[in-house]
């Protein structure tokens, strides 16, 4: 009998890590939701496939360790993981997927501020090379003019 309750005790402490995991992968993509925007339409589809991935996981681990028997504790377990995570492991996992997730998402936004800069100076200076090249015309065109009505006064 005493095996028995260790197998039911190991299940249970699998179950709780199983929450624990499926804890620290919706910190994961909550920490993203932070990082880059998403509209409430990506945000609900993310939130689908996330659970739906999660029940399926659940089911697959309670199938091979439990030859498929739901049970209470299994249940249990798994909400006593993630909530245990989500007081002690999942905010410092969040700030670290942050900051690891954070740096290339910086990179990445600093290098479109430089880009960005370089093409509104090119334009600036296109802009001041054509109002220079236009000035120039305008004053090649009034000499004409001017030798024109030079022309016909003599």
Known sequence: ????????????????????VLCLCYEFLAALRNLIPHSRTAVSVEDLIYWTAAGIFIF????????????????LGNVFGAWLCSFT??????????????????????????????????????YKHQTLRK???LEKKRIIQFEKIKKKKK
């Open 1 to 20: 009998m005493s095996g028995y309750m260790e197998y039911e005790l190991l299940l249970f402490l699998l179950s709780a890590g199983m929450g624990a």
């Open 60 to 75: 697959i681990v309670v199938y091979r360790t439990n030859q498929g028997i739901l049970r209470f504790f299994l249940l």
């Open 89 to 126: 492991a999942g905010p410092l996992f969040r700030k670290m997927i942050r900051f690891a997730c954070g740096i290339p998402v910086n990179f990445v936004k600093s290098s479109i501020k430089r880009l960005l800069f370089l093409i509104r100076r090119c334009n600036i200076l296109v």
């Open 135 to 137: 000035k120039h015309f």
